[in-house]
């Protein structure tokens, strides 16, 4: 996967695949829950947090560690600010996806439909539209004090990509906790977020400016 994917399919903390995989509970009607998910996020109108992105790759002993600034706003604003171990930033504005790695902007062109895909996707996890995508197949588990929703993606082109996306709830705030997504090779990437705030006011700036 190429870096611009792995750093755009990823997103938060506290479990990881194989601590509940033996014990999590199937929600047979998710019905409830996914009216609780859709009206958190249609209270959350902005999101400001710090992350660290960890891969895990097969053939490296540790994961690879990457940290920065996250940004998404209402409708479909979303900015992805990597500070070390270099500078990377992914920028969404409505339909438009700009990406600069090392100080230099990215050339898109010939890749507008995989980068809408990604484009979907990405807004689609913040603003609740995926779990009602026909892009998916979804289940909904329950464990301890979390909730989980495994995501299998059905189009050729996103499978290409990953292989199951797993998102992690809190039950108390109903609020993602972690955003993990799995390769068919077996590597991950793990999104963790800290210091984050809630429905505050962002520049504008941060959206239109690489």
């Known amino acids: ?18 601590a509940f995989t033996q014990e999590r509970t199937l929600i047979k009607n998710p019905t409830e829950l996914k009216k609780k998910l859709l009206n958190q996020s249609d209270a959350t109108k902005s999101i400001v947090s710090d992350f660290t992105q960890e891969k895990h790759v097969s053939f ?5 560690i990457s940290k920065g600034k996250f940004y998404y706003q209402q409708q479909n604003k979303m900015r992805w600010e990597q500070t070390s171990p270099h500078p990377y930033v992914l920028l969404i504005n409505e339909s438009k996806i700009r990406i600069k790695d090392n100080g230099r902007e990215k050339d898109l062109k010939g890749a507008n439909k995989m980068m809408g895909k990604i484009n979907k996707l990405m807004i689609g996890l913040i603003n609740g539209e995926i779990f009602n995508s026909k892009d998916f197949e979804s289940s909904y588990f329950s464990y301890s004090n979390t909730y989980i929703i495994v995501l299998k993606p059905k189009s050729k082109r996103l499978q290409s990509m990953f292989n199951t996306i797993e998102l992690t709830f809190s039950k108390k705030t109903i609020r993602l906790n972690t955003l993990t997504f799995f390769e068919k090779s077996g590597d991950k990437s793990v999104m963790k977020f800290f210091n984050d705030k809630f429905n505050t006011s962002i520049k504008q700036s941060i959206f239109n400016t690489l």
């Open 1 to 18: 996967m190429s870096k611009q994917y792995t750093i755009l399919l990823s997103f938060l903390v506290f479990f990881s695949f194989n």
């Open 60 to 64: 490296m002993k540790e994961a690879q």
